[in-house]
């Protein structure tokens, strides 16, 4: 079945270091979404991309979608303590609105 | 606006006892999604409700889990017997009337199974 693919699982970095996610789609996806949850949190929506090779940034964040729509990544650029959570990507399904998510990268950061 | 709203916010049961957990969307989102959230398996779907109707229910694991969305603004997802191996964060979500899909999570349950 449809498989939504992240690396790595875990990420731990000193503050001030950049961090970087990947997120590999075994499909095409029409779009992909990024959630970020805090620890003992809920997924909270960040960005979704839609265009072929598009880059969108939030501030430190710089997220990225693939020329084929099966890949994307998440850059963060100079962590910060603020910045430890998981951070997932997710595509839609084949079956229609419902979202496949990834196991998501848990980055931890020492200051 | 308040977001996804859902209780209880922790749930301690004994094997065998029935579980309901419950959901408030957010009004006017016509998507509604339970989730289930574990160390080992992550965040997984377990079914989604589209104008109150379900659409898929194939993340249900077995039919001890049993799902409703009566009206627009209620949604319960039911576990009957619970075991141990049900202790997990679940999690619904509601998303706009939009092709976005973007979802908006609710706080979250925690079961815990004894």
């Known amino acids: 079945g449809q498989q939504v693919m992240q690396i790595p699982q875990y990420q731990h970095v000193q503050e001030g270091e950049d961090f970087t996610t990947y997120c590999n789609s075994s499909t095409t996806l029409s779009n992909i979404q990024w959630y970020k949850q805090r620890p003992g949190g809920h997924p909270v929506f960040l960005i979704q991309?839609?265009?072929?090779?598009e880059v969108k940034k939030q501030k430190r964040l710089t997220f990225q979608f693939g020329e084929a729509k099966k890949n994307s990544s998440l850059h963060i650029t100079a962590t910060q303590t603020t910045d430890v959570g998981t951070y997932f990507c997710?595509?839609?399904?084949?079956?229609?609105?419902?979202?496949?998510f990834g196991k998501g990268t848990t980055l931890s950061v020492s200051s | 606006d308040a977001g996804v709203i859902q209780s209880p916010r922790h749930e301690v049961t004994e094997m065998g006892q029935e579980v309901t957990l419950r959901c408030k969307p957010i009004?006017?989102?016509?998507?509604l999604f339970w989730y289930r959230q574990t160390m080992m398996r992550g965040l997984e779907l377990l079914i989604y409700?589209?104008?109150?109707?379900?659409?898929?229910d194939s993340g249900m694991p077995e039919d001890r889990f049993s799902a409703k969305m009566p009206n627009a603004s209620f949604s319960t997802l039911k576990i009957q017997p619970s075991e141990p191996r049900d202790s997990a964060v679940y999690f619904c979500?509601?998303?706009?009337?939009?092709?976005?899909?973007?979802?908006?999570f609710g706080p979250g349950t925690r079961l815990t199974v004894l």
């Open positions: 409700f589209n104008n109150n109707v379900p659409i898929d």
């Open positions: 009004s006017g989102h016509n998507s």
């Open positions: 979500a509601s998303s706009p009337r939009t092709t976005r899909n973007e979802q908006f």
């Open positions: 991309l839609v265009k072929s090779g």
């Open positions: 997710a595509g839609p399904g084949q079956a229609g609105t419902a979202l496949i």
